[in-house]
């Protein structure tokens, strides 16, 4: 009898799924784990497996269909036998207004948008950037066929990455960054307006961020330290593994130490389910990473039982698939514990959202150079502000502000995340 494999359910608030493309035909063989087919949801691209062995009998969707959760998308049996059932039923189509009239570009699937991201990476051999600039491929053609000089061009993607918009926003022969009294005679007319809809992934965070703002109390404590022992660690650490093609950030250090603290913290590593709280075994930290169009958070299992190492070998690793529209269920779901890190934008402080249903959320700034008192007398120390968004059901400010100062143990003291 065939085994009916269904729309599954990639994330709590998951209704539907578009099926993308079936990697196995009607009539291929399959195995156990192996890549069936890719599902778009509203946060991603996932790769979903086949939980069973055997030969793919029949689609019951076809590619680019929305497909309730649950319901059937193609059945697996055994070599020569036959499958009479019918086609699954797609999701029900949306509104006619929801609706643009024409598919604009703006409007490309973000599995679509993801691909073309990394169509567009630069050649980065050794780390080196070409001519010193993040930009794409196609940026770089057009600023040489519109005589822009791209080291002038402010960039919008990720890492400051220059796009196509960004240079066809430019000068020629100069950029976005050009001083605006030398543009005035030739600025022209104004831009028309212009409507952008929401991606799929944009619409997603926007839902979960007002669920959140609604349904949670937050309040917020913030912490700052001494990171001068962190960022000589670090440098230490990266000169041991020079040559290895790895390298540690402080975003690593953070996550472990954070990971680690989150142990003597149980409270914090929780959720709410109806009049109870459940403190959560495992530590599962979700790493928040900028994606085109948004982000995507995805999920350092068991962070407080791992070398730093590994947790930045396992992050990096999720980023990338993250950039390029291709995740698995388990890079984004399961977090209890999540990291927000805007430093690399030179960001002093902000506050984040806490990302339901976990309890709390830490917003990490920049560790910057600032004027210090050491031993009565002023001098240059590396400092950098972390708040904690939390969830007042659940948790108090003084718990908060205790975890924040349990942390430094690890900040201050780099030297225990290594041991």
């Keep these: 009898m065939a085994d009916i494999v269904t729309m599954p359910k990639l994330g709590f608030d998951m209704a539907e799924g578009t099926l993308l493309r079936w990697a196995k035909k009607e009539g291929d063989k399959v195995e156990k784990g192996e890549l069936l087919a890719e599902i778009e949801t509203d946060k991603a691209t996932v790769e979903v497996e086949s939980q069973y062995s055997g030969v793919v009998l029949k689609h019951l969707v076809t590619e680019g269909t929305p497909v309730p959760v649950s319901n059937p998308i193609a059945a697996i049996g055994a070599e020569g036998e036959t499958y009479e059932g019918g086609a699954a039923a797609p999701a029900a189509a949306a509104k006619a207004e929801d609706k643009p009239a024409k598919q604009e570009p703006a409007a490309e699937k973000p599995a679509a948008k993801a691909t073309a991201a990394k169509a567009e990476q630069p050649a980065d051999a050794g780390g080196n950037l070409p001519d010193g600039v993040r930009a794409s491929p196609l940026a770089r053609k057009i600023a040489q066929e519109r005589g822009v000089n791209l080291k002038s061009v402010r960039g919008s993607g990720p890492l400051g990455r220059i796009t196509k918009r960004d ?40 839902r979960r961020m007002v669920q959140s703002r609604q349904e949670i109390p937050h309040f917020y404590v913030t912490h700052e330290y001494d990171v001068d022992r962190l960022l ?9 593994l020079e040559g290895s093609g790895e390298k540690l950030s402080v975003n690593d250090f953070i996550i472990k130490a954070a990971a680690l603290t989150l142990r003597q913290y149980p409270n914090l590593n929780a959720k709410l389910d109806g009049d109870a709280i459940v403190q959560l075994g495992q530590v599962n930290v979700g790493v928040a990473v900028a994606v085109e169009g948004g982000l995507l958070v995805v999920v350092c299992r068991d962070a407080d039982r791992k070398p730093l190492r590994q947790i930045s070998q396992e992050v990096r690793e999720m980023a990338g698939r993250v950039r390029d529209g291709k995740v698995s269920p388990d890079d984004i779901e399961g977090s209890t514990f999540s990291i927000s890190n805007l430093g690399m934008y030179d960001v002093h402080s902000f506050t984040a959202i806490v ?4 309890a709390a959320i830490l917003a ?21 502000r972390v708040t904690m968004s939390i969830d007042h059901r659940i948790s108090d400010g003084a718990e908060g502000a205790q975890y924040l100062q349990a942390l430094a143990a690890y900040i201050e003291n780099p030297i225990a995340l290594l041991m």
């Design 364 to 384: 990490v700034g920049a560790a910057q150079e600032v004027p210090v008192v050491k031993n009565g007398q002023i001098a240059v120390g590396n400092r950098m």
């Design 232 to 240: 000589d660690a670090r440098a230490q650490a990266n000169a041991a």
């Design 355 to 358: 990302n339901p249903p976990e």
């Design 167 to 206: 240079v066809e926003g430019a000068k020629a022969g100069g950029g976005s960054l050009a001083l605006p009294g030398l543009q005035l005679a030739d600025l022209g007319p104004a831009p028309a307006d212009k409507r952008v809809p929401l991606s799929r992934l944009r619409a997603a965070i926007g």
